[in-house]
Nanobody, 117 residues
Framework: QVQLVESAGGLVQAGGSLRLSCAAS????????MGWYRQAPGKQRELVAT???????NYADSVKGRFTISRDNAKNTLYLQMNSLKPEDTAVYYC???????????WGQGTQVTVSS
């Protein structure tokens, strides 16, 4: 089993910044992909960004140039730096870890990010 604990989100004005973190523990395989997803009210959960163990990143077009995903493998911690936030970034943000060897995927509990206009 893998446990993912996300930091608190928050309320921020448009144009502001926020940093999320996600601490992972448990059966974490050496080769994995971690990522952030989000779900806005009435919408499906969507990918925000992912990062592999080796540091390869992938971003949704809507956040490219504004969000930066990073990880500290020694601490099993994932980060998401969000800059130039927009009201449409308002959502519950979820941390995900996917173990490549056994194809199991785990989710955090989610953290609310609200961007006011």
């Amino acid at each position: 089993q893998v446990q993912l604990v996300e930091s608190a989100g928050g309320l921020v004005q448009a144009g502001g910044s926020l940093r999320l973190s996600c601490a992972a523990s448990g059966s974490i395989f050496s080769i994995n992909v971690m990522g952030w997803y989000r779900q806005a009210p009435g919408k499906q959960r969507e990918l925000v960004a992912t990062i592999t163990t080796s540091g390869r990143t992938n971003y949704a077009d809507s956040v490219k140039g504004r969000f930066t995903i990073s990880r500290d493998n020694a601490k099993n911690t994932l980060y998401l730096q969000m800059n130039s936030l927009k009201p449409e970034d308002t959502a519950v943000y979820y941390c995900n870890l996917h173990n490549i060897a056994n194809s199991l995927s785990y989710w955090g509990q989610g953290t609310q990010v609200t961007v006011s206009s």
